[in-house]
């Protein structure tokens, strides 16, 4: 289950960062884990690079994701 956002910026994030991951072929409940992530993520870092905010919190939503679905292509490697 998503957090809700508490603002438009967090709603952009929101709604990119899950079409992001959707395209990449993530499943429902990885792409809001990776969603919680990028909020988190956004709330609670109090800099960012000049234009920078959005790449930043996508590549943290990967970055949690991307373990979980690594390992599940592993495992299919494992059995075959």
Do not use: H, W
Not at 5 to 19: H, K, P
Not at 30 to 48: H, I, P, Q, S
């Amino acid at each position: 289950m998503r957090e809700p956002v508490r603002n438009s910026i967090e709603a952009f994030i929101c709604n990119n960062v899950a079409a992001a991951l959707d395209k990449e072929g993530y499943g429902s409940s990885e792409v809001d884990l990776g969603v919680n992530e990028a909020l988190r993520f956004y709330r609670t870092t109090c800099t960012f690079k000049k234009g920078k905010v959005f790449e930043s919190c996508l590549a943290k939503a990967k970055a949690m994701v991307s373990p979980a679905k690594k390992s599940k292509s592993n495992s299919k490697k494992v059995a075959a």
